[in-house]
């Protein structure tokens, strides 16, 4: 649990952060928005004291994180920092051991957990360790940052666009490891990300930041049915709500009595997924499994398009 | 495969061993610099062993200037330091537009003849090279390596020790190099105040009106400072190209 109180910035006469207060559940995902400069990454590295606030109180699991020296309080927080800045005179392998072997854990311990990371990202052990960080290209670079910052299986992890510099597809990929991995390790995540598709697909909740104050907090759906300002409601962008609305749920709760004609769909994928399904196969409906691959009802067009409306 | 720069090298440091050790196969080179009957080989003390003193001399210079001016750099460079900054600056570049020769006129009169005025002009001649690239090389470190190495949560010390002065190294590296070329150009003056260097040759063959001894004296600096440069040179590319640069 991380509790910020109250958490004011202020550099000379501007303030960055102004009186932020959110609480985020534990083993949950947080993603902070907002536009360039509106003071997210202040805010995130309040939380690991790389930054001093002005004013306020951050506890972590109810330690105001200030009652230990702020190098040992980084060692427990993992932070994956905007652009990589791995180290670059030190090999992938030694990069992703730094806070291991500042914490003085045992050669072989270092080298099973560096592999276990390296093998989770895609990148051969073998081939990328002894590689030094001039040699990967840009996405791997990022992915060697976010194994790193999880190398010493930290309960809170800190992102500062962890993602921007990956193509679509393994920018997917990596999202959806890093959501196994957040379930795995149980970790707390706080994420920002300039991307509104990125925010929607991780979000437990969603902070929204402008001009340095958070002007709203809450879960994805509910900030697309009731999105606080005008600020916030330009950000989801107004033509992309409804599909918002729908990738964020999965067949499952829109799943209606009866059963139509045609290929079953899952109800584990989104409803996103299956109002494409139903437009390019040009139905009204489509039977639904449930995962064990027995017939559970349909989901239909009519269906979806309440539900897009926010009118479910 | 040799490459052909480090043949030439490798031929340079071959024909300078054997100059040094058997001056006398060189005898018909340096023959016609001189008159009739003198010496063409410098003949008032071993050639290899004052090559030996005069670098043992621009070592130890150099190894004080070194750690001297790193630990100024280090120290103006750290929060609680940076204060210091603008006043080591200055006494520094005192002891670089100060003249070699007036700190030996100087020091003389306190220290006596011999190496120690030498050892003091070079090392205060020295230090700026060294202080001011190691500067360099510890402001200009890239700003997200630096977050990173403080998002881990390393300690200042472990900072500077595994991260700073590594990054910074090849561009100290270079400063020493600096420094070490000019001292062994300028160790040579250390000679009018008796210290054992190359510059003996030197004076000597500007006493004897004798060409060949001041030309020999002058190739061996010249040979050495190249062949050390390089080396030097070399060790920097080694650094620096593993980082990516
Ligand atoms: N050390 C500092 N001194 C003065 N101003 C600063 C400092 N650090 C950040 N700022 C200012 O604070 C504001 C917020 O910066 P911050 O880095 O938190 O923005 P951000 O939301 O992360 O932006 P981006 O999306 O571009 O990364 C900016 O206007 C920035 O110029
Ligand atoms: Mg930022």
Redesign the interface.
């Known amino acids: 649990m991380i509790e910020i109180e109250g958490i004011t910035k202020r550099y000379g006469e501007t303030t960055v952060v102004r009186d932020v207060s959110l609480t985020i559940a534990p083993r949950t995902v947080t993603v902070i928005v907002g536009t360039s400069g509106s003071g997210k990454t202040t805010l995130l590295r309040m939380i690991?004291r790389?930054v001093e606030p002005t004013s306020g109180t951050i506890r972590l699991d109810g330690e105001d994180n200030r009652s230990l020296p702020g190098?040992?309080?980084?060692?427990?927080i993992g932070?994956a920092?905007?652009?990589?800045?791995?180290?670059?005179?030190r090999t992938v392998a030694q990069n992703i051991a730094?806070?291991p072997t500042?914490l003085g854990w045992d050669r072989a311990r270092i080298d099973a957990k560096v592999a276990e990371l390296l093998t989770l990202f895609q990148l051969d052990p073998a081939a990328f360790g002894p590689r030094?960080?001039?040699?990967l290209s840009g996405g791997q670079q990022q992915r060697v940052?976010v194994a790193?910052a999880l190398a010493a299986e930290p309960k809170v992890l800190l992102m500062d666009e962890p993602f921007g510099a990956l193509d679509p597809i393994i920018r997917a990929k990596a999202q959806d490891d890093l959501l196994a991995i957040q379930k795995h390790f149980e970790t707390t995540i706080v994420l920002v990300t300039h991307d509104m598709e990125e925010a929607f697909h991780l979000a437990d909740r969603i902070a929204v930041m402008d001009k340095g104050e958070v002007v709203q907090y809450t879960t994805p759906a509910e900030m697309l049915v009731k999105p606080a300002t005008g600020f916030v409601e330009s950000l989801i962008g107004a033509g992309e709500r409804p599909f918002r609305l729908l990738a964020i749920e999965t067949v499952a709760t829109a799943v209606e009595p009866g059963t139509a004609e045609g290929k079953a769909i899952s109800s584990a994928v989104s409803q996103r997924e299956a109002l494409s399904t139903l437009l390019w196969s040009g139905r009204k409906a489509l039977p639904v499994v449930g995962p064990d691959g027995v017939l559970i009802g349909k989901v239909s067009l009519d269906g979806l398009a309440q539900r897009a409306a926010g009118r479910s | 495969m040799l490459r052909l720069p480090n043949l030439f090298r490798l031929l340079a440091l071959a024909a300078l061993v054997a100059f040094l050790v058997q001056p006398q196969w060189f005898e018909p080179l340096l023959r016609p610099l001189v008159q009739e009957n003198a010496p063409a080989i410098y003949n008032q003390g071993s050639l290899l062993q004052l090559t030996l003193l005069h670098l043992r001399t621009v070592a130890i210079a150099t190894a004080g200037a070194t750690v001297v001016a790193l630990a100024l750099a280090i120290l103006v460079t750290r929060t609680s330091g940076a204060e210091f900054l603008p006043l080591s600056r200055s006494l520094v570049n005192i002891g670089q537009t100060f003249p070699p020769v007036a700190v030996l006129a100087l020091a003389v009169p306190i220290f006596g003849f011999g190496e120690k005025p030498t050892l003091i002009a070079l090392f205060l001649y020295g230090l700026l090279p060294i202080f001011e690239n190691a500067l360099t090389g510890l402001t200009t470190l890239p700003q997200s390596t630096m977050e990173a190495a403080r998002g881990t949560g390393m300690t200042g010390r472990q900072r500077l020790l595994k991260i700073e002065l590594p990054l910074a190294m090849p561009v100290i590296l270079a400063g020493i190099r600096l420094s070490v070329v000019i001292s062994l150009a300028t160790a040579t003056i250390g000679s009018t105040v008796a210290a054992r260097t190359l510059g003996e040759v030197i004076i000597a063959g500007l006493q004897s009106n004798n060409l060949a001894f001041v030309v020999q004296g002058g190739l061996i600096v010249a040979v050495l400072a190249v062949l050390i440069h390089d080396a030097l040179q070399a060790a920097e590319r080694s650094l620096g190209s593993r980082m990516g640069r």
């Open positions: 690991n790389l190098y040992e309080l980084r060692r427990r932070y920092i905007q652009g990589h800045g791995l180290f670059p005179h730094t806070v500042l030094y960080p001039h040699e940052g790193r």
